[in-house]
């Protein structure tokens, strides 16, 4: 039996699927959106080469992978009935992770969120009355918790009906956890929640730079619209997807939510800033958040133009809200489940920070060997 798990292609998919590849012996169900199976594959070993090299990729595709053509906005993901009742029949345990997070569309985050995942728990349900099935774990996000400030916000009040959302994205997700404990009563569930997923503990490498580019923007400036002693809560990818593949795999979980965060320990502008500024043998920028007013104003105006500017100007207006609002989560439930702590993202965001500037915010992947070799030959 296997575990079905959704959003393998994607920034936290793939390091949740190297690291259940790599710790675990079960063999997995992914559903990638793809046109053959082939295109699926080669998806697959671009998400995935950052964590393993082509020969072990292969053996994980012939040994412990089996794909399905899906998308999980479709009625049955799409997939021929023959395909979906195996999907059914060999689903143990579901991992939902893929998702929209584009903050600017509530149609998408509808469409993915909503509908998408209502169609993964539907699959959930058959699975259930079919076999009954281990656990449903639920990629979910802080942002649950709705427009905050000045905070700690724990796992069980977190969402608050009464508050409002700061985006699509944000109501939606909220949404869906409400849908899961709804509809699968009778199942074990788990429901993630981690901050800002940003960068990797163990190594500077990435191939997700959307928020790195936004920090690397506001890492230039001399002068920055914040509260020096606002604290941002921010956690590396390595620690949330080792938590997720833990957890997810254990019989029973000591709560059924959990902050994948930084906690209380989250550092606040200041302290990030002067790491930096050391190790860049630069002076720290000037706080002046009177400036943040203007600074919304502006980025409102320059939100949807055309060009880089434009585009980052997007970028930043919608994760504002989050930067601003002096709100952390309180990490002590997966702090003991996994005994440790993420490493602080003062730590590490220098040598994210030198990657991604050096390598122009892309990452080079590596082609699917076959092509290569054509390439080369040509
Ligand atoms: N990144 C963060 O900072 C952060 C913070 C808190 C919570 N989260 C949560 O973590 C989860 C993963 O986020 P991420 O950053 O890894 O996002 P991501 O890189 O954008 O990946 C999203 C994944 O969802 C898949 N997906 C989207 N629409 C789909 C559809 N219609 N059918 C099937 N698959 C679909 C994507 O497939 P394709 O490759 O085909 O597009 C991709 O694999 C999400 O649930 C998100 O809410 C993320």
Redesign the pocket.
């Known amino acids: 039996m296997a575990i079905l798990l ?9 390091h949740v699927t190297a690291n259940l590849l790599a710790g675990c012996s079960d063999p997995l169900n992914l ?3 793809a046109r053959d199976v082939q295109e699926a594959r080669e ?1 697959l070993w671009r ?1 995935l080469q950052l964590h393993v090299d082509f020969e072990q990729f292969q053996s994980y595709l012939e040994s412990r992978i089996h794909i399905f053509l ?4 479709n009625p049955k993901f799409g997939l021929p009935a023959g395909d979906y009742d195996e999907l059914v029949r060999t689903t143990d345990s579901v991992l939902h ?5 584009n903050r600017k569309s509530e149609k998408s985050c509808l ?2 969120n909503l509908r ?1 995942t209502l169609e993964v728990i539907q699959l959930a349900r058959c699975a259930q009355s079919d076999h009954r099935i281990r656990r449903f774990s639920h ?5 649950v918790a709705g427009q905050r400030a000045n905070e700690v916000v724990q796992e069980d009040s977190a969402i608050d009906w009464s508050r409002s959302d700061y985006d699509p ?1 944000a109501r939606t ?1 909220k949404f869906c956890e409400h849908m899961l404990r709804e509809l699968l009563p009778e199942v074990p569930r788990t429901i993630f ?6 960068g990797d503990s163990r190594r500077a490498e990435t191939n ?1 730079f959307d ?1 790195v580019r936004a920090f690397v923007f506001l890492a230039s400036l001399p002068v920055l619209p914040f509260r020096p002693a606002d604290r941002i809560d921010i956690v590396p990818v390595d620690f949330v997807a080792d938590s997720i593949a833990m957890l997810h795999q254990k019989s029973e979980t000591s709560h059924d939510i959990y902050h994948l965060s930084s906690g209380t320990d989250s550092g606040n502008f200041a302290e990030l800033t002067d790491s930096l500024a050391k190790a860049q043998g630069k002076r720290p920028p000037v706080f002046v958040p009177a400036l943040e007013g203007p600074s919304s104003t502006m980025l409102n105006a320059l939100a949807g133009t055309a060009g880089k500017v434009g585009g980052l100007a997007t970028l930043l207006k919608v994760f504002l809200p989050y930067l601003v609002w002096n709100t952390v989560f309180d990490n002590s439930r997966v702090v003991a489940e996994m005994g440790r702590k993420p490493v602080p993202f003062s730590k590490y965001c220098y040598p994210l920070l030198r990657f991604s500037r050096e390598n122009n915010f892309s990452y080079c992947y590596r082609e699917w060997p076959s092509r290569a070799a054509a390439q080369d030959a040509r």
């Open positions: 959704t959003g393998s292609t994607g920034y936290i998919g793939a559903l990638v959106r998806r998400s899906g998308d999980i906005t992770c893929a998702a929209s997070l469409n993915v998408g990629v979910s996000t802080v942002a994205y997700k929640r981690p901050s800002i997923v940003l997700q928020m």
